[in-house]
């Protein structure tokens, strides 16, 4: 059995739907256990049960936001060592990349244990508010689903 947590921040619910969407993915290969929940809500010390933790941001002025950074730096507290890590992110516009790229480089300075399984996934969102488009939202299953396969 692989075991994966999912933490996100959410600012209007739609980096909570790419989480959701991506837990999907992980529960269409068999054998795989998820937990999901919101980065500020996290019980950290649960984190050491699980193969690998997944962390989603939206893009908050060019990068995470502040409850994930603070997460992401309460990792290199534990004792992660051999497990792995993913990050995704939102953004509107042009903003393509930029929390996921400074999410990898943090969990790399912060959480040295941690081994990175994939590249980060960003999600464009139309608008501030949203809607994601169906075709985006594939994705996030697709990703869970590879995340999963690379586990096994």
């Known amino acids: 059995m692989v075991k994966v947590f999912v933490a996100y921040d959410t600012r209007y619910g739609n980096t909570r739907l790419v989480a959701e969407k991506i ?29 690998a933790v997944l962390i989603g941001s939206p893009n908050h002025f060019g990068g995470p936001t502040g409850s994930v950074k603070k997460f992401i730096d309460s990792l290199g507290k534990l004792h992660l060592s051999g497990k792995f ?29 941690l081994k990175q399984i994939t590249a980060g996934l960003s999600i464009k969102v139309e608008g501030v508010k949203g809607p994601i488009t169906e075709e985006e939202l594939s994705k996030c299953r697709i990703f869970g689903k590879q995340i999963a396969n690379k586990l096994k």
């Not at 999901?36 to 193969?51: F, Q, S």
């Not at 990050?87 to 040295?112: G, L, P, S, W």
């Open 85 to 113: 890590f993913a990050v995704f992110d939102t953004y509107i516009q042009r903003d393509f990349e930029k929390a996921a790229k400074k999410m990898e480089k943090r969990v790399n300075e912060k959480a040295v244990g």
């Open 23 to 51: 837990v999907e993915g992980l529960r269409e290969v068999e054998g795989t256990e998820t937990a999901i929940g919101d980065v500020k809500d996290v019980d950290l010390e649960r984190l050491a049960d699980y193969d």
